[in-house]
């Protein structure tokens, strides 16, 4: 048992008195030992809320096709909220939150602690896969994820806001990063993926639209194709790779033409030590991330010759770095945050 409260049927001729009990993946309802109303926390069930001026005021099941409704203390109701968030799908909760940029719909703000949060639109089948995957993690490089409801039979995703601009966006406003960069992003993103195969997670679509970039940090931000999987496969690894080529060459990787790809990196006065290890990325299916993060490219200086030759090309192209506001985070949008209480609590209890 995680917590218990007090809770209130109503009925139109006699109110009913029970005890809401809290388990790590159920809660019941019942008084005297004996438990009435059982309801687990899966996504595809749904919690229920009935909210005014922007309290909870009631929360309820669905029990053989109708909604039950539970009047209970605001405080308790809100540590119920807070340990079932991502168990369970939520329903009438839309109201608690607010749009504050009309020109991103999806930035939205808690209207009680005026946190900002990002939307994201998923469908049925993505929430059961995403949510469950992304919910057990948890590392300062990757996006988490808030909460989840429903809203006029579509669903979203409250998720962390992280501001910046994405790593395509942020290339194309500096086409030459220096070698430090260049290092300092792929070890952020490395270390990233690491976690997240240390938890069996293979992410499988890493790209420079995916990562969030801010002042040389960077965040995974799409979970969309991520699977589960007790055997890690080396494309996350290769998507890597694919991701180092392109920082320090500004182009993309040629899957069909190796001899071309060796001249690219040759002509952007790409560090020999990076050319090994990213050419050992795309070809090795046996490497690990843990031994790619051992390898001396993570370690070395450049020779003066070396850094000369990168400082000198860095000069001519370099442009000032002019990040996007918060503004620019990825999101979705919510076709509303309006809600019209057709009914009154009483009636829905």
Request: net charge positive.
């Given at each position: 048992?995680?917590?218990?409260?007090?809770?209130?049927?109503?009925?139109?001729?006699?109110?009913?008195?029970?005890?809401?009990?809290?388990?790590?993946?159920?809660?019941?309802?019942?008084?005297?030992?004996?438990?009435?109303?059982?309801?687990?926390?899966?996504?595809e069930?749904?919690?229920?809320?009935?909210?005014?001026?922007?309290?909870?005021?009631?929360?309820?099941?669905?029990?053989?096709?109708?909604?039950?409704?539970?009047?209970?203390?605001?405080?308790?109701l809100?540590?119920?909220?807070?340990?079932?968030?991502?168990?369970?799908?939520?329903?009438?909760?839309?109201?608690?939150?607010?749009?504050?940029?009309?020109?991103?719909?999806?930035?939205i703000?808690?209207?009680?602690?005026?946190?900002?949060?990002?939307?994201?639109?998923?469908?049925?089948?993505?929430?059961?896969?995403?949510?469950?995957?992304?919910?057990?993690?948890?590392?300062?490089?990757?996006?988490?994820?808030?909460?989840?409801?429903?809203?006029?039979?579509?669903?979203?995703?409250?998720?962390?806001?992280?501001?910046?601009?994405?790593?395509?966006?942020?290339?194309?406003?500096?086409?030459?990063?220096?070698?430090?960069?260049?290092?300092?992003?792929?070890?952020?993103?490395?270390?990233?993926?690491?976690?997240?195969?240390?938890?069996?997670?293979?992410?499988?679509?890493?790209?420079?639209?995916?990562?969030?970039?801010?002042?040389?940090?960077?965040?995974?931000?799409?979970?969309?194709?991520?699977?589960?999987?007790?055997?890690?496969?080396?494309?996350?690894?290769?998507?890597?790779?694919?991701?180092?080529f392109?920082?320090?060459?500004?182009?993309?990787?040629?899957?069909?033409?190796?001899?071309?790809?060796?001249?690219?990196?040759?002509?952007a006065?790409?560090?020999?030590?990076?050319?090994?290890?990213?050419?050992?990325m795309?070809?090795?299916?046996?490497?690990?991330?843990?031994?790619?993060?051992?390898?001396?490219?993570?370690?070395f200086?450049?020779?003066?010759q070396?850094?000369?030759?990168?400082?000198?090309?860095?000069?001519?192209?370099?442009?000032?770095?002019?990040?996007?506001?918060?503004?620019?985070?990825?999101?979705?949008?919510?076709?509303?945050?309006?809600?019209?209480?057709?009914?009154?609590?009483?009636?829905?209890?």
């Open positions: 048992m995680i917590l218990q409260f007090k809770c209130e049927r109503l009925h139109y001729l006699l109110n009913t008195n029970y005890i809401l009990t809290l388990y790590k993946d159920r809660l019941t309802i019942g008084n005297k030992g004996h438990q009435k109303y059982e309801y687990k926390f899966i996504l069930n749904v919690l229920h809320w009935y909210v005014d001026n922007l309290k909870l005021q009631a929360f309820g099941i669905e029990y053989k096709g109708i909604i039950k409704f539970f009047k209970a203390n605001t405080k308790d809100e540590q119920l909220r807070s340990f079932c968030r991502n168990l369970i799908c939520f329903d009438n909760i839309v109201e608690l939150y607010k749009q504050i940029d009309i020109n991103d719909p999806s930035r703000q808690d209207q009680i602690s005026l946190q900002q949060f990002g939307l994201k639109i998923v469908t049925q089948q993505q929430l059961l896969t995403q949510v469950p995957l992304v919910r057990q993690l948890n590392y300062h490089g990757i996006i988490s994820y808030r909460e989840c409801f429903q809203y006029k039979s579509q669903y979203y995703i409250v998720k962390e806001f992280v501001g910046g601009i994405t790593l395509q966006k942020f290339m194309i406003q500096n086409p030459k990063l220096s070698h430090l960069q260049c290092r300092a992003i792929i070890l952020h993103l490395l270390k990233a993926v690491q976690y997240l195969h240390q938890h069996y997670v293979i992410h499988a679509t890493i790209d420079i639209y995916h990562i969030i970039y801010k002042s040389d940090f960077i965040k995974i931000i799409d979970f969309s194709q991520a699977k589960q999987s007790n055997t890690i496969d080396d494309q996350d690894i290769r998507n890597c790779s694919r991701i180092l392109y920082l320090y060459t500004g182009k993309e990787y040629n899957d069909k033409d190796y001899e071309q790809n060796i001249q690219t990196l040759q002509n006065q790409t560090p020999k030590l990076a050319q090994e290890l990213l050419l050992s795309m070809t090795d299916q046996n490497l690990t991330v843990s031994q790619i993060l051992e390898h001396p490219y993570f370690s200086s450049l020779d003066p070396e850094r000369k030759k990168r400082f000198q090309q860095f000069q001519r192209v370099q442009r000032s770095t002019s990040e996007m506001d918060d503004s620019d985070a990825i999101s979705q949008s919510i076709p509303e945050l309006q809600t019209n209480k057709s009914k009154s609590l009483k009636q829905l209890m």
